[in-house]
């Protein structure tokens, strides 16, 4: 089935410093990823749709200087948090689908802990 | 997107059927019904989706009543792995249709 590659799974920052997140379709070419943000006990909230080659969508409210969206290839998506602050601190989630297949297949998430 | 809404929690015990209800009131024509579970701290997996009729796999079933307003989701074993959040969403069938969702409804699966 399709895979979805999230790196990295956990990742500790300071404040004011960038951090990148890759998410990679492993077995199918995706021209659309999606971006969501979960905090604890808490749903996953939509940020964003990843476009290949093209610019992201952004969600209502999520600012799109903070959370850089790079879609350059088919299997590849990423995202930057900029000037990260601990209110960045969350679970980020990406996934995407096979154009062939329609179910949504997810990473496995990268915990942000911004210190 | 239509908007889904799900009982927040539910007991189960294991070796029992768990059914688990999903209202999508508002949901169009082109919309599939998708489910997904999320265990702590991993990123939610695929479990089943379907348009109108019924469908089966070899994790769960999927019944969606006719006028396409709700669907149950239903385990028919539960065990103790299955304990989990349940989410119930609804999506275009495109790649690119994006999909919102609601709180889910934890499953606790007791011995």
């Known amino acids: 089935g399709a895979v979805v590659s999230q790196h990295p799974s956990w990742v500790i920052c300071k404040s004011g410093t960038s951090v990148k997140i890759e998410c990679r379709s492993l077995d199918f070419q995706a021209t659309t990823m999606f971006w969501y943000r979960q905090f604890p006990k808490q749903s996953l909230m939509l940020m964003a749709t990843?476009?290949?080659?093209?610019?992201?969508?952004?969600e209502q409210g999520v600012e799109k200087d903070k959370f850089l969206i790079n879609h350059a290839s088919l299997t590849l998506s990423t995202l930057t948090v900029t000037s990260a602050h601990p209110e960045d601190s969350s679970f980020y989630i990406c996934s995407a689908s096979d154009p062939y297949n329609s179910p949504l297949h997810f990473g496995n998430g990268t915990r942000l802990t911004v210190t | 997107d239509a908007k889904t809404t799900q009982p927040p929690s539910m007991d189960c015990a294991e070796g029992r059927a768990a059914n688990l209800p999903c209202n999508h009131s508002t949901i169009s024509g082109n919309e599939y019904v998708y489910w997904y579970r999320q265990i702590h701290s991993q990123g939610p997996q695929y479990i089943i989706h379907?348009?109108?009729n019924n469908e089966t796999n070899e994790m769960a079933s999927l019944i969606i009543t006719e006028d396409r307003k709700s669907s149950t989701l239903i385990l028919p074993h539960a065990t103790l792995r299955d304990t989990a959040v349940y989410y119930c969403?609804?999506?275009?069938?495109?790649?690119?249709?994006?999909?919102?969702f609601g709180d889910g409804t934890t499953l606790t699966v007791k011995p």
């Open positions: 379907g348009l109108k």
């Open positions: 990843s476009n290949e080659g093209s610019k992201a969508t952004y």
């Open positions: 969403i609804v999506r275009p069938d495109t790649n690119a249709g994006k999909s919102t």
